[in-house]
């Protein structure tokens, strides 16, 4: 299993980014991909996760209100929408792909087996 993430940039306050996660080689149906983050001498923190088959999406409290996430199963991609950006959110982002038949829905990293390589949004004025 194979995920790029791609549409990092720096970003105004107030901004909107989309984050793009192409993913390839799935081998499980029920699998779902988070989206994590990671600020500097921070750790790694849970965003969203989509199911592929169900398309049922779960966001952090801490970001449910500006960020949202999708997907398109045509294309083997889900999105991050993120809106009205603030210099906290900056941070590496990272998706993932679940284990099979983990909760994945929880939001928790270890159950999380397939990584991609992270892009950089900076929020900056």
């Known amino acids: 299993v194979q995920l790029q993430a791609s549409g990092g940039g720096l970003v105004q306050p107030g901004g909107s980014l989309r984050l793009s996660c192409a993913t390839s080689?799935?081998?499980?149906?029920?699998?779902?991909v988070g989206w994590f983050r990671q600020a500097p001498e921070k750790g790694r923190r849970w965003l969203a996760a989509i199911s592929w088959s169900t398309g049922y999406a779960f966001h952090s409290d801490s970001v449910k209100a500006r960020f949202r996430v999708s997907k398109d199963n045509t294309k083997n991609t889900v999105y991050l929408q993120m809106n009205n950006l603030k210099p906290e959110d900056t941070a590496v982002y990272y998706c993932?792909?679940?284990?099979?038949?983990?909760?994945?829905?929880?939001?928790?990293?270890?159950?999380?087996?397939?990584w991609g390589q992270g892009t950089l949004v900076t929020v900056s004025s």
């Open positions: 993932a792909e679940s284990r099979r038949g983990s909760p994945w829905y929880l939001g928790n990293a270890v159950d999380f087996e397939f």
């Open positions: 080689g799935r081998t499980f149906d029920d699998a779902a």
